[in-house]
């Protein structure tokens, strides 16, 4: 896990880092929430989801926490 780009973006700049590089990483919207989600679903990621009004799913999603390192 070490080795993990997104935790080695979180050691160096907090949580703003990791959202940046998801950022970088997946330009398109639709991409990133993916990857987003994938993030959440390990466990070790807290996610903020806004959804969408218009249609009600997410469309986008900041990193607010890492629980890997308590």
Known sequence: MADDIYVQAYRQGGVEAVSALL?????DDGARVRATEDLEETGLWGILWHKSSRTGRRDLGVVM???GDE
Do not use: A
């Not at 950022?23 to 330009?27: D, G, V």
């Open 23 to 27: 950022k970088k990483q997946f330009p």
């Open 65 to 67: 926490e890492f629980f």
